[in-house]
Structures are given as structure tokens and as C-alpha cells.
């Protein structure tokens, strides 16, 4: 009896200097997280005589991102000396995870992966006081931390940049655009605000009958109109516009009425359109020159 009592004490011993010997509680956050993306994806359970099954999006995702989380983390368990590699790619995934796989297991596999990946990254082999271990960890997660927020500030403050515009409306029996791309929201100074707007690129642009109406300010209007209507050169056209309405003629037999604005985008913009008694409220454009033979200016 005594023996076997030995004998598990030296077990016991010899398991805390190998998990002492490595980022053993790094990896068990990270195997955690792989278990908590891959699980929901598959997860059935039996509730009375009911069996529920939770079918999710992202399986395949789900079962690439855990198992790539679990290789990591038993990475960090039996190949110490790749913790940075590991550590780094397991933040990745962590995050990646967040928007392909169900929330990165319902937020439950992102933490545990980025929690794994900061007590790797902070994990060191040299002997340091505990104080030290605890400022390396902090450092570490401060590091993460500003990192996230750069990540999502920067792009925000890159849309909010704006532009100065003053808006301008354009009526038109037929409008044609080519090489229509949408580019979703994007916000510009407007009149003196800032204003969302919708933003497309086109490669070219051509209408019939129509009549441009702009704000010259102190209660003035400049109307240009052009009965043999305009078309712009052969360049990519940036357009900025606050509301489009008219008609969608789909292979010239089915009319749709359409109203968008930055409150209601359109859905799905085809590569190339063709509206009819279309108004559209424009922001600004930028690239391109526009062609409008006997055009007729009045100020009004």
C-alpha cells in the first residue's frame, strides 16, 4: 500500500514539473475553444421522446477552425518551443471563428481561444517572481487588447473621413448605367453635415432627356438640361447618391418602381441598369467627363 502511495506521489510529481515545464493551462483554454466552435454545428440531444438536432451555419468552418485550435493547443502541451507560432495562430482563428462559425461557439470559443493564445504569448520558461508573471500576462493582454481596438477603430475612422458635397438632383426620361458596382454606406460631408450616402462605381453613364437642378446658394438654382441627353467618356465614375427612385426595366418587358435610400439600400445591383422616369439626388461625383451636346444653362 505504501508502494503504490509512492509511487502516484512521484506520478503526481513528475506531471507538475512537466505542466510547469510548458504552457500547459494556454493549452487547455485552447483545446476548450475548439471543443466549444466545433460542438454546436453538430449537437443533437434527446429531450423526452424528442430528439433535437441544432443545425447551424458554418460547419464546415466549425470543424477546419476547432481542429486547427486543438492542434495548437497540444502543440503548446508536447512542442513548447513553438508557443509564438502556436499562440499567434490560435489568436487568428479565435477571431476569424467570431464571424464564420456561429459567433466563435457563441462567444464561448472566441474568449477561451484568446485567453489560451495571451497566457501563451505571456508564458516564459525563465524562473520570474509571480509579480512579474502577473505584469507579463497584463502586458500582454493590454498589448491584445489595443490591437482589437486598432483593428475596428481604424477602418471606422478611414468611412468617417469626409468630403465636402453640396447635393444636386438629376431627372431623366431613360438612365443607363454600365459597369454598375455597389459599395454599401459611406459618409461625406453634405451641405455642411455629415451625411450617409450610398456609393457605386460605374464605367459609364448615359441619359436621355435630362435635367440637372443645383443649389447655387442665397436662393439661386442653376438648371442645365440637354435634349439629346449626356454620356460620360469611357472612366470609372464615383457616384455618391442620397436617394434614387424610378422605374427598373428588366429585359426591357418587366418595370419595377424602386425607391432607395441609405436607410434602404438596394439588395442586389446587376452590372448593368437601365431605369426609366428615374430622379436621383446626388452627392457628388467624382471621375469622368460628361458630354452633353447644346445643353442649355439657366439660372434661376
Known amino acids: 500500500m505504501g508502494m503504490a502511495q509512492e509511487r502516484a506521489r512521484q506520478v503526481l510529481r513528475d506531471f507538475g514539473h512537466w505542466r510547469r515545464s510548458r504552457p500547459f493551462t494556454a493549452g487547455m483554454f485552447l483545446v476548450l475553444s475548439s471543443v466549444a466552435i466545433m460542438t454546436p454545428p453538430y449537437a443533437t440531444f434527446r429531450w ?7 443545425t447551424t451555419i458554418g460547419g464546415v468552418s466549425a470543424l477546419l477552425i ?6 495548437c493547443g497540444l502543440s503548446l502541451w508536447f512542442r513548447p518551443q513553438f508557443r509564438f507560432a502556436a499562440a ?3 489568436m487568428l482563428l479565435s477571431l476569424v471563428a467570431l464571424g464564420v462559425t456561429n459567433l466563435g461557439g457563441f462567444l464561448v470559443g472566441t474568449l477561451a481561444g484568446v485567453i489560451g493564445a495571451a497566457l501563451a504569448l505571456a508564458w516564459t520558461d525563465q524562473p520570474r517572481a509571480p509579480r512579474g508573471k502577473r505584469r507579463s500576462v497584463l502586458r500582454c493582454l493590454v498589448v491584445i487588447g489595443l490591437v ?3 483593428i475596428e477603430v481604424l477602418p471606422v475612422a478611414a468611412r468617417d473621413e469626409v468630403t465636402p458635397a453640396r447635393s444636386w438632383t438629376l431627372s431623366a426620361s431613360t438612365l443607363r448605367l454600365y459597369g454598375v458596382v455597389y459599395h454599401g454606406i459611406e459618409r461625406i460631408l453634405v451641405d455642411g453635415s455629415p451625411t450617409m450616402t450610398m456609393k457605386f462605381t460605374v464605367k459609364r453613364i448615359e441619359a436621355t432627356d435630362p435635367v440637372q437642378v443645383g443649389e447655387l ?8 438640361a440637354a435634349r439629346r441627353g449626356f454620356s460620360t467618356a469611357s472612366s470609372t465614375i464615383e457616384l455618391f447618391a442620397l436617394r434614387v427612385t424610378g422605374v427598373v426595366n428588366l429585359l426591357g418587358l418587366v418595370g419595377i418602381p424602386v425607391d432607395f435610400t441609405p436607410g434602404h439600400p438596394p439588395p442586389l445591383v446587376p452590372p448593368s441598369v437601365v431605369l426609366t422616369e428615374v430622379t436621383t439626388i446626388n452627392a457628388q461625383v467624382r471621375g469622368g467627363t460628361i458630354v452633353i451636346p447644346n445643353a442649355r444653362l439657366t439660372i434661376r
Open 48 to 54: 423526452g421522446d424528442v430528439l433535437v438536432s441544432i
Open 66 to 71: 476547432g481542429t486547427l485550435l486543438a492542434i
Open 88 to 90: 499567434l495562430t490560435a
Open 148 to 150: 482589437a481596438v486598432a
Open 217 to 224: 446658394g442665397n436662393g439661386h438654382k442653376v438648371v442645365i
